[in-house]
C-alpha cells in the first residue's frame, strides 16, 4: 500500500507499519515505497508500546510509528555503535 492511499484509510490517527519495499537515500533518509498497516492507535504512547513488544519478537521487521497528518514519511537512518564496559 503507499502512504497517500494509507493516509486515506486512516485519517488523523497513529499506526504501527511495516516497510514491504523501502530504500536509503545518499542524505541517509529512508524511503518506504509500499507498507502495510499492522495497526492504528488512539494515541503514540500505545502504538509505541506496541511497537517495542512486536521489536522485541521480531526484530529483523522494518516497522515504524507514524502519524497519518504527515504528508510523507520522513525517517533519518541512523547507526548506533552501543555502549561497552568492562566489568
Known amino acids: 500500500m503507499k502512504w497517500q492511499d494509507v493516509r486515506k484509510q486512516y485519517p488523523d490517527t497513529w499506526l504501527l507499519i511495516e516497510a514491504l519495499e523501502a530504500h536509503t537515500t ?13 495497526e492504528q492507535y488512539a494515541d503514540f504512547f500505545n502504538a509505541m508500546t506496541a511497537y517495542k513488544e512486536l521489536h522485541h519478537q521480531k526484530p529483523n521487521r522494518e516497522m515504524y510509528v507514524v502519524h497519518t497528518i504527515n504528508e510523507e514519511i520522513k525517517i533519518k537512518e541512523r547507526y548506533w555503535a552501543g555502549i561497552r564496559s568492562i566489568r
Do not use: A, T
Not at 26 to 38: D, G, M, S
Open 26 to 38: 545518499e542524505e541517509k533518509r529512508r524511503i518506504v515505497e509500499n507498507l502495510v498497516v499492522i
